[in-house]
Each structure stands twice: as structure tokens, then as C-alpha cells.
């Protein structure tokens, strides 16, 4: 059984930092690739980062690309979101996500949000100003 469990969210002032984690247990037998997503109150859930296990390649959205880095730590089975000159806009629940990178690749990338087999409970961050 898959569990991707997030943590590392909460609350930081405009221009800081946070480290979000995504521990994944089960995931076995195929390359997965694990990503980030987010959803603000009343709008779709929108792909943040991406991770491509076969061979680290990454992807990044245009909102956050320069501020945000993924990475990941095999030996843990765990994948960071780390987020630097966090911004208002950026206040919303992140969730953590998994597909084969097969069914992604057929899907056109990573945005789909419906190519997802497995998500996270999400974890909140909040901006302040």
C-alpha cells in the first residue's frame, strides 16, 4: 500500500523560507515520479514541482521557478520542496503526489493533476506580511 505523508508547512513571513517533505513508503517496481501541488480556496489544484526518479530530471511551474527547488533523498524515500522568497500568493495547502512516469509522459507531463495515483493530506503554508 502507498502512504505519501507531508510535512514542514506552517507559517512564515513574506521573503522567507520553508523546506516541505514528502516521506513515500510503497512505491516499488516501477520509476515514479513525485510531485508538488497546490490549491488556494476556490481554484483548481495546480502542479508547483516535479521529480522524475529515473533520473532526477525536475520540473518547475513559472510561478515558482527561481525560488523553488525539489530534490530528493533516495536513502529516505523522501522528496523536499524547498521554497525561498515565499510570497503572500503563495499561502495555500501543498500536497504531495505520485504517478508512474510512464502515464505521465502519455499524459502530456506533469500538470495533470488527474494522473495521480496518490496524494498526501496536504500540509498548510501560510505567508504573512
Known amino acids: 500500500e502507498v502512504h505519501l505523508v507531508e510535512s514542514g508547512g506552517g507559517l512564515v513571513q513574506a521573503g522567507g523560507s520553508l523546506r516541505l517533505s514528502c516521506a513515500a513508503s510503497g512505491l516499488a517496481g516501477a520509476d515514479y515520479a513525485i510531485a508538488w501541488f497546490r490549491q488556494a480556496p476556490g481554484k483548481e489544484r495546480e502542479v508547483v514541482s516535479c521529480?522524475?526518479?529515473?533520473?532526477?530530471?525536475?520540473y518547475y511551474a513559472d510561478s515558482v521557478k527561481g525560488r523553488f527547488a525539489i530534490s530528493r533523498d533516495k536513502a529516505k524515500n523522501t522528496v523536499y520542496l524547498r521554497m525561498n522568497s515565499l510570497k503572500r500568493e503563495d499561502t495555500t495547502v501543498y500536497y504531495c503526489?505520485?504517478?508512474?512516469?510512464?502515464?505521465?509522459?502519455?499524459?502530456?507531463?506533469?500538470?495533470?493533476?488527474?494522473?495521480?495515483?496518490?496524494w498526501g493530506q496536504g500540509t498548510q503554508v501560510t505567508v504573512s506580511s
Open positions: 521529480f522524475w526518479t529515473s533520473d532526477a530530471g525536475t
Open positions: 503526489a505520485a504517478s508512474r512516469e510512464a502515464r505521465l509522459i502519455d499524459g502530456g507531463g506533469p500538470e495533470g493533476k488527474n494522473e495521480y495515483d496518490y
